[in-house]
Every structure is written in C-alpha cells, then in structure tokens.
C-alpha cells in the first residue's frame, strides 16, 4: 500500500489543518471574517488531502479533492456526505470571500459556523485516519 515515507504526510497534513484552524480563529477574534473563512477552509482541505492520501490519491485542484473525497468518503470510518458538502460550500464562500469584490463582508455568524464546521471536520477527519490505520494493521496481522 504505502511506503514508509508516504505514511507522515496525513499528519502533516493534520498539523496543518490545525494551524488553519488557529489562524481562523485569530482572524475571527480580530474582526477579519472573511479571512476567518478562507483560513477555515483552509483546515477543512488540509484534513480532506490527508484523508486522500491514505488512499492513494492527490488531486490536483480544489475542485478535484472535494470530488474524490465525495466518491471515497465511504472508505472511513466517520467521514459522509453531509462532511464533504460541507467542504465544499466553504470552498465556495472561500472563493467569494478571497477574490470577490462585490460582496457584503462576511457576517460574523457565517463565519462562526463555517469555523466550528471546520473544527469538526479535522477531528472527524483525524478520527478517521487513526481507524483507518488501525484497519489497515488489523487486516495485516
């Protein structure tokens, strides 16, 4: 399955997603919510990499994560659809709240949600993983 090299980057991934996570919660504090919500983001597409990367794969795009997570979702343990939609709607407040220019600033509200959304995405995510390996030793012994 995977190399001994391979096996650190779901964590690093983790480790970043959590790094996010804190600078989504600093950029909250500080009033910054539409940076609040890419930083958020940010954690979710971290942990749906790591999650990717057990499996294999390494899409290339946002876009192409969101849908190999959709597809591969059912290979964890508490990893679902509802999870990735919500990826995936960050994703598009993300774009709106880092390139658009016609936008109301982001409400505290909706960005308090995406971040606790994020938050329980990486748990999920990092839960996910450790099973995962605990599966992947199991079927080994």
């Known amino acids: 399955m995977f190399q001994l090299l391979d096996k650190k980057y779901p964590m690093l991934h983790i480790k970043k997603a959590k790094h996010f996570l804190d600078a989504a919660w600093n950029d909250f504090d500080d009033g910054f919510y539409d940076t609040s919500i890419s930083h958020a983001y940010y954690a979710m597409h971290h942990a749906a990499r790591a999650l990717l990367l057990l499996l294999g794969e390494s899409p290339k795009t946002h876009s192409g994560v969101i849908n190999v997570l959709w597809s591969e979702a ?68």
Not at 105 to 116: G, N, P, Q, T, V
Request: include cysteine; glycine fraction near 4%.
């Open 74 to 141: 059912k290979k964890f343990s508490n990893i679902n659809g509802d999870d990735v939609k919500k990826l995936s709607s960050a994703f598009g407040r993300r774009i709106e709240c880092d390139y658009g220019v016609e936008f109301e600033m982001s409400r505290k509200e909706d960005a308090l949600d995406i971040i606790h959304n994020a938050e329980d995405f990486v748990d999920r995510a990092e839960s996910a993983i450790e099973d995962f390996k605990l599966s992947v030793r199991t079927r080994r012994e």
